[in-house]
């Protein structure tokens, strides 16, 4: 079987090395992903689920957004109160977070019910987590191919 010269010019070089780049840096990422443990979090709140650590935390109405007074910069924080109740006796949870506190949390804990923790819907994390993984799996292998290709001499 012989190749056109349409066919070896589609072939060339850069585009090989392009493709190994984006093949061997998506592979690489899959595998930093597996490797990667984010579910620690998500361990904890299985085993405070298994304990029957769970309680209900009520936003007790206070909470306040500070202002950078910079309309550029986004650093807006909320510190919210919340109350949760454990063997009859109240306690308090306060959080300070980017994003407007909801109503009601879920609030976990695992030996001492005055070290509580939040679930995930509560903090950014699992969203930036997600964010990262998109960048790892699918961006910067496109990104460095095509880099590796435009370095070698182009794209035919």
Do not use: C
Request: net charge positive.
């Amino acid at each position: 079987m012989e190749f056109s010269t349409e066919e070896l010019n589609m072939l060339s070089f850069p585009m090989v090395a392009g493709v190994l780049t984006w093949l061997v840096t998506q592979i690489l990422g899959i595998v930093y992903m597996i490797k990667f443990k984010p579910d620690k979090k998500n361990r904890k709140i299985e085993e405070a689920i298994r304990r029957g650590h769970v309680v209900k935390g009520v936003n007790n109405g206070r909470w306040d957004g500070h202002n950078n007074r910079l309309r550029d910069v986004k650093d807006d924080t909320y510190d919210a109160e919340y109350v949760y109740e454990v063997n009859g006796k109240k306690m308090i949870y306060k959080y300070t977070g980017h994003t407007l506190p909801p109503s009601t949390i879920s609030l976990y804990y695992l030996d001492n019910p005055k070290k509580v923790f939040p679930g995930m819907g509560m903090s950014t994390w699992a969203r930036d987590m997600a964010g990262l993984r998109f960048a790892l799996i699918y961006i910067l292998p496109l990104v460095f191919g095509a880099l590796v290709m435009l370095a070698l001499g182009g794209i035919p």
